[in-house]
């Protein structure tokens, strides 16, 4: 079993930056893909940036590609997501999940473990 907890979210202005941790928990860290999602208020959850299990591979949405990087630190059993560039459609609850030895997957359905959410809101 393997807890994910996110920090790191808040209230931006658009054209900010914010950092998005995950902290893993209950099981060695590394091997295990981590990815990003996020749900805004009536919708459905969508992929935001994954990457693989070594950390060798990323994948992003287009629309946040180039304004948000994904890192690891596995001595750390940490995520991040850097979330630069902000806008006030990326307001949303951000998600982060793992799953074992898997790729960089935008298929929420891969992933075998999620965090609670956090939320970002980014004012106009």
């Known amino acids: 079993q393997v807890r994910l907890v996110e920090s790191g979210g808040g209230l931006v202005q658009a054209g900010g930056s914010l950092r998005l941790s995950c902290a893993a928990s209950g099981r060695t860290f590394g091997g295990y893909a981590m990815g990003w999602f996020r749900q805004a208020p009536g919708k459905e959850r969508d992929f935001v940036a994954a990457?693989?299990?070594?950390?060798?591979?990323?994948y992003f949405a287009d629309s946040v590609k180039g304004r948000f990087t994904i890192s690891r630190d596995d001595a750390k059993s940490t995520a991040y997501l850097q979330m630069n560039s902000l806008k006030p459609e990326d307001t949303a609850v951000y998600y982060c999940?793992?799953?074992?030895?898997?790729?960089?997957?935008?298929?929420?359905?891969?992933?075998?473990?999620w965090g609670q959410g956090t939320q970002v809101t980014v004012s106009s």
């Open positions: 990457m693989d299990w070594s950390g060798g591979s990323t």
């Open positions: 999940a793992a799953r074992r030895w898997g790729s960089a997957s935008a298929d929420r359905n891969e992933y075998e473990y």
